[in-house]
Structures are given as structure tokens and as C-alpha cells.
Nanobody
Framework: QLQLVESGGGLVQAGGSLRLSCAAS????????MAWYRQAPGEQRELVAT???????NYADSVKGRFTISRDNAKNTMYLQMNSLKPEDTAVYYC????????????WGQGTQVTVSS
């Protein structure tokens, strides 16, 4: 059964930090490059960061140097440490497999809301 459960979001002031967690079913997590995505109100869903099964990472320019993605393969869990948060980081954050085309992803979890106040 597919499972993606995001947690850890909340309301934080600009400059603050949050740590998001993603619990995924093995069929999604195992051997896949995983990713965090986000969708702000009225905007398209966008890629934030990726992590390969071996731990190599990549980041969108907008979060580079502030966010850190990581994964625990033994626990089928992925994390996103977000520091120096900005109001423009406000969005619903989702985890999933990495796909170049989002339309190739047919299952999404409920996401977790991150709100950064100025």
C-alpha cells in the first residue's frame, strides 16, 4: 500500500527553523531518489530538494544554503531541515519520489503546511 505522511510544519517567524519529516512506504522509498516539493497559494507545485538512495543531494537555488535534505533508508524516512526561513517559503510541503515531470506522479500525501510570518 502506498503511503506518504508528511509532518513537522507550522507557523514560524522569519529567520526561524522547522524540521519536516516524511514517512514513506517501502515501495516508494526503496532505491528511489526522493524529493521535497512545495506549493504556494496560486502557484504551481515546485521542486525544493532531492536526495538519492546514496545520500547525494541537490537544491533549488531559492533554498540553497538554508535547507538540508536527508534520509534514513532503514526507517523509510526523509527529512527537510529548514533554517533562516523567509515569508516566501510559505507553502504546503510534499514529499515523493523525484520525477522530472510532476504529471508522472499519480499519488500524493496530504502535505504539511509551513507558514512564515514577517
Amino acid at each position: 500500500q502506498l503511503q506518504l505522511v508528511e509532518s513537522g510544519g507550522g507557523l514560524v517567524q522569519a529567520g526561524g527553523s522547522l524540521r519536516l519529516s516524511c514517512a514513506a512506504s517501502g515501495s516508494i522509498f526503496r532505491l528511489n531518489t526522493m524529493a521535497w516539493y512545495r506549493q504556494a497559494p496560486g502557484e504551481q507545485r515546485e521542486l525544493v530538494a532531492t536526495v538519492t538512495s546514496g545520500g547525494s543531494t541537490n537544491y533549488a537555488d531559492s533554498v540553497k544554503g538554508r535547507f538540508t535534505i536527508s534520509r534514513d533508508n532503514a526507517k523509510n524516512t526523509m527529512y527537510l531541515q529548514m533554517n533562516s526561513l523567509k515569508p516566501e517559503d510559505t507553502a504546503v510541503y510534499y514529499c515523493n519520489k523525484f520525477r522530472v515531470l510532476l504529471r508522472d506522479i499519480t499519488y500524493w500525501g496530504q502535505g504539511t503546511q509551513v507558514t512564515v510570518s514577517s
